[in-house]
């Protein structure tokens, strides 16, 4: 199994409402990343986990809080986002330390009115 | 700051020839190369990488060439094929640093004419 899942692939959320984006992994991975792509524009690194710990946060505003209740998941909670977080959601997993092997989910493309 | 650029957004050959997409990075710590596919619906697969310590690799059809003085590096598909069109990011990563952080290019969607 070498899938990463990401569910929902589709979500339209006012910008009062509270969500969750999940990710899932079989492989073993014990890094796992949410990126976040607008249209246009490259994958933009938001979160690392390393062995279930936080290991890199490039600066992402309070409003997106991700969880790593596992080694299989991954979560991103949503809270108070703004028209300008409607991006597609990526998760990747990976082997600690070999990015050069970064398995993408097929994402969460997010809208907020 | 985007640290690596792909300038060509779009690239069109004919079924055959060979495609060639291009990529610059600004930050020479970067020790690691390598290029994504993605289809439509899909995430992003990865299909080639390469080491800083190299300046080509080759898969099949796929050769990646690595000039480190001009932090540069090409894809090159021959031949190219139809289902080899969608969008190629390259990505470029500080590896000995293992602390699995990776940068992405903008992207070049590749169109492969019958």
């Known amino acids: 199994d070498t899938e990463v899942t990401q569910t929902p692939k589709h979500l339209v959320m006012g910008m009062t409402n509270k969500k969750s984006l999940k990710c899932e992994q079989h492989m073993g991975h014990r890094a796992m990343y949410w990126y976040k792509q607008k249209a246009k524009k490259p994958p933009e690194l938001m979160f690392v986990y390393s062995y279930e710990k936080l290991s890199i946060n490039e600066s992402v505003p309070s409003r997106f809080s991700p969880e790593c209740p596992n080694s299989s998941l991954l979560n991103l909670h949503l809270h108070a986002l703004q028209p300008e977080d409607s991006a597609l959601y990526l998760c990747?997993?990976?082997?600690?330390?070999?990015?050069?092997?970064?398995?993408f989910g097929s994402g969460t493309q997010l809208s907020v009115l | 700051d985007q640290q690596v650029k792909q300038n060509s957004p779009s690239l069109s050959v004919q079924e055959g020839r060979i495609s060639i997409l291009n990529c610059d990075y600004t930050?020479?710590?970067?020790?690691?190369f390598l290029w994504y596919k993605k289809y439509p619906a899909e995430g992003p697969t990865f299909l080639i990488s390469?080491?800083?310590?190299?300046d080509k690799n080759e898969d099949g059809r796929f050769t990646v060439f690595l000039n480190k003085s001009a932090k540069h590096l090409s894809l090159h598909i021959v031949p190219s094929q139809p289902g080899d069109s969608a969008v190629y990011f390259c990505?470029?990563?500080?590896?000995?640093?293992?602390?699995?952080?990776?940068?992405f290019g903008a992207g070049t969607r590749l169109t492969v004419k019958p």
């Open positions: 990747a997993s990976s082997q600690v330390g070999e990015v050069e092997k970064l398995f």
């Open positions: 390469i080491s800083s310590i190299k």
């Open positions: 990505a470029a990563s500080r590896r000995f640093m293992n602390n699995n952080d990776m940068r």
């Open positions: 930050n020479s710590m970067f020790d690691y």
